[in-house]
């Protein structure tokens, strides 16, 4: 199991999702939500989608620190209900509510695993294969940083 690289995964997913929507759905018939205080009513062929980015960028959802990076992010949930359920819904494949980047439900991405593995490979092909640093001049703040990458052939 590598839950640190499957947390630092999921947490680039999170902090640079690669939609800002996901889980679009066509509405095939007139729907109305009774839910709120006003019903919102949807005709048929009305395109509903959920806000990923905004999802993954909410402090409702991950705290006070949800527009900052952070590496393990995901593996302290591990450290607070260590049941066998939560340990599963922590991999970097899982998905849920508040984590969309393979959206959701019936129709969440059938490719997930396949990229994620994939995803493993490269990061330890590059370990294995190149020389990793920082540049020698650092950011000022707010700024991201870029790696330098050199080759060893």
Known sequence: MMKKLDSCLKESQHYNSVVSNTMSRLTRRDYTFKSGRVPLKLPKGTFVTAPATAMHLCEKNYGPDATEWKGF???GILAVDKNAHQ????????????????SHGRHVCPGRFFAVNELKMVLTYTLL?????????GTKGGQ??????????
């Open 144 to 153: 991201r940083i870029h790696m330098l990458l050199e080759g060893d052939r």
């Open 129 to 137: 294969r190149y020389d990793i640093r920082l540049p020698a001049i």
């Open 87 to 102: 340990a599963v819904a922590t991999n970097a494949v899982a998905t849920n509510t508040k984590y969309l980047a393979f």
């Open 73 to 75: 992010r995901f593996t």
